[in-house]
């Protein structure tokens, strides 16, 4: 059984003192492929190190966090663009906005998303959307873009039947984390409507664990738990589950 986990944060330093051991559990459990989310100028050394030790395993992508938008945000961007004329990547991500932790900077988060939007359609790959408190407002962005071209992933999908409603018109996929496990969550309710052709699987590690590890150090290995509560949810097996959402996440990041 393949599984993918299409967005991790592995170079993150709560991994510093067992990331090798995590990574051969994470292989053991079956995850055939880690796809790694940029954060800022500071998170790529430690991101194309651990490419290099671990080709064709740790995959990573290029983009500005929306959290690390501040007033340097254009430096940023040139950086991520520097990054992305050097050198193919699979995605351009994680992108978005996030209104939970600080409204300070919103405009500049939209502008920030759209410029690396069109840089992902230059490019011909997808997006992975960091849209905490800002479903709704992604959305309207992607749609007043206009460019079928642009595909992707809303990553740590929470929201409504509605908003993944809105997200399949797009064409985009909705990527399922710890969350799903969370008794109050209401995601496994939401997911009960959704298609598995719409959905891929992800940990963010090392945040956002599923049970029993909640409020633990997330890891890849996990997303083995969060397939077998999407089967559970859609009354399949976790082998289907496996099979389905691989291929969406391959099929996206261009693997097949």
């Given at each position: 059984?393949?599984l993918?986990?299409?967005h991790?944060?592995?170079y ?8 090798d ?7 053991a459990a ?5 796809y ?5 100028s500071e998170?790529?050394?430690?991101m194309?190190a651990l490419?290099a030790?671990y080709?064709?395993?740790?995959v ?9 938008v ?9 950086i ?10 699979v995605?351009?991500?994680?992108i ?10 919103f ?36 749609q ?6 642009l595909?992707?992933?809303f990553?740590?999908f929470?929201?409504?039947?509605a908003?993944?409603e809105?997200i ?10 710890g969350?799903?496990?969370?008794k109050n ?7 009960v409507d959704?298609?598995l052709?719409?959905?891929?699987l992800?940990?963010?590690a090392?945040y956002?664990?599923?049970k029993?590890?909640?409020g633990?150090r997330?890891e ?10 999407v ?5 399949v097996s976790?082998e289907?589950?496996?099979r389905?959402?691989?291929k ?6 261009g693997?097949?």
């Amino acid at each position: 059984m393949e599984l993918i986990d299409t967005h991790t944060h592995l170079y993150a330093k709560r991994f510093d003192s067992d990331r090798d051991e995590m990574i051969e559990r994470a292989k053991a459990a079956g995850i055939a492929t880690c796809y790694l989310p940029n954060i800022d100028s500071e998170s790529i050394p430690g991101m194309m190190a651990l490419e290099a030790q671990y080709p064709d395993y740790c995959v990573p992508m290029m983009g500005l966090h929306p959290c690390s938008v501040k007033e340097d945000y254009k430096k940023e961007l040139a950086i991520v663009r520097e990054w992305l004329e050097k050198r193919a990547f699979v995605a351009v991500g994680e992108i978005g906005i996030d209104l939970y932790w600080d409204k300070t900077f919103f405009e500049q988060q939209k502008e920030a998303f759209i410029q690396q939007a069109e840089w992902a359609v230059e490019y011909d790959i997808p997006i992975v959307i960091h849209s905490r408190e800002s479903i709704d407002i992604i959305i309207d962005l992607i749609q007043q873009m206009k460019e079928p071209r642009l595909k992707g992933i809303f990553h740590c999908f929470t929201g409504t039947k509605a908003q993944s409603e809105a997200i399949i018109d797009l064409g985009f996929l909705m990527g399922i984390g710890g969350v799903v496990t969370f008794k109050n969550g209401g995601l496994a309710e939401t997911l009960v409507d959704i298609d598995l052709n719409h959905l891929v699987l992800e940990t963010d590690a090392p945040y956002l664990a599923p049970k029993p590890h909640r409020g633990k150090r997330n890891e890849s290995a996990y997303v083995s738990l969060i397939a077998d509560k999407v089967a559970a949810v859609k009354e399949v097996s976790t082998e289907t589950v496996a099979r389905v959402t691989t291929k969406n996440a391959k099929k996206l990041f261009g693997a097949i």
